[in-house]
């Protein structure tokens, strides 16, 4: 049986807030804004290049979480040093490179303090892993 995880659902207190940090600061692209109802609204964004999005939404009780509590989503990239100079050249506070045995990694969050990492996976481990592609 084949599995996609496609949709990750981002707890956050301001959806408008959130949209601006994702879309400006990250770079994702907005694939849709909706309001199904007078109390839904649905906001879908994708990292550039990345078969998985997330989604912002309120009135969805079946993903709701309290803001800020998503840890560790990982983007991968293939180098990490221009990527944190990116997103700090566009204002986000982002970590210095953390080197954990030849993987690199930039930590960063989003304005409700859900955390991210940048990661590097140097070609030697991707030779390793079977079907990994970071570009």
Not at 93 to 121: H, K, M, R
Request: glycine share 10%; net charge negative.
């Amino acid at each position: 049986m084949e599995m996609k995880l496609e949709l990750v659902p981002i707890p956050v207190t301001d959806i408008d807030r959130a949209k601006a940090f994702y879309v400006e600061k990250l770079g994702f692209n907005l694939d849709h804004d909706v309001r199904p109802g007078d109390t839904v609204r649905i906001v879908q964004l994708t990292p550039p290049g990345s078969a998985c999005s997330i989604v912002l939404a309120i009135g969805l009780p079946g993903i709701e979480m309290p803001p800020g509590s998503l840890r560790g989503l990982h983007l991968v990239v293939a180098d990490v040093s221009k990527a944190r100079e990116a997103l700090a050249g566009r204002g986000v506070a982002v970590s210095e490179i953390d080197d954990q045995g030849g993987i690199l990694y930039v930590s960063f969050s989003d304005p409700d303090g859900n955390t991210w990492a940048l990661q590097e996976i140097p070609a030697i481990y991707r030779s390793l892993t079977s079907g990994y592609n970071a570009d």
